[in-house]
């Protein structure tokens, strides 16, 4: 089964997903990254060009080819909670949710060299008021897709992985001579 890592731009799906995927022996898939390779240009430059719909559409195609290879670790865009038709591919793997405060999001991205290429606004509004609200629209359906929630604020990429594992241990429990998960 697949695992996928949902949530808000900047709570760690990146990071946690390459560090998860070396505990598991898996490979690593993140969607972003997918989506700007296929395009040949960067999310920011398939926005301006072609609009929020075309990269909407896009992503549910590049996640719906990636659902059909198991036993991967998949980050996901921010976004993708926002299609019902994803929050279904999504549940047939196991979906763990990162989460962090919008303070912690905006200091984030204000620290990442890459947030103007790959994370275009999603609003007309000023950062800190764009990222409460999207939050706002977004919560419900991060939990409605989530088997699992960690919030990401204080805590290290290697803990959050430990917490991801445990979890996956305590539910998907496997002989010794089986595949995990």
């Known amino acids: 089964m697949n695992i996928f890592l949902i949530g808000y ?4 799906k990146t990071h946690v997903g390459r560090l998860l995927a070396q505990h598991l022996s898996r490979p690593f898939v993140d969607l972003d990254a997918v989506i700007t390779e296929s395009a040949g240009m960067s ?29 991967q670790v998949i980050a996901t865009g921010g976004g993708i909670v926002e299609n019902p038709v994803n929050i279904a591919t ?4 196991t979906v763990i949710w990162l989460t962090a ?3 912690t999001i905006g200091s984030r991205l204000s620290a990442d060299p890459a947030t103007s290429a790959n994370r275009p606004p999603l609003t007309n509004l000023p950062s800190h008021d764009e990222i409460r609200r999207v ?16 919030a990401t604020d204080t805590i290290s990429i290697a803990d959050v992985c430990e917490q991801i594992l445990s979890f996956l241990k305590g539910v998907y429990p496997c002989p010794a ?3 995990p998960f």
Do not use: K, V
Request: include cysteine; charged fraction near 30%.
């Open 90 to 93: 999504l549940r047939r793997g």
């Open 135 to 150: 939050l706002a629209e977004r919560t419900p359906l991060y939990q409605n897709a989530a088997h699992l929630t960690i």
């Open 43 to 71: 999310i920011a430059t398939m926005i301006e060009r072609h609009g929020w719909d075309f990269f909407r559409d896009r992503e549910r195609e590049i996640l719906e080819t990636a659902a059909q290879t198991r036993h």
């Open 101 to 103: 405060t919008a303070e």
């Open 9 to 12: 731009r900047c709570t760690g």
């Open 177 to 179: 001579d089986s595949e």
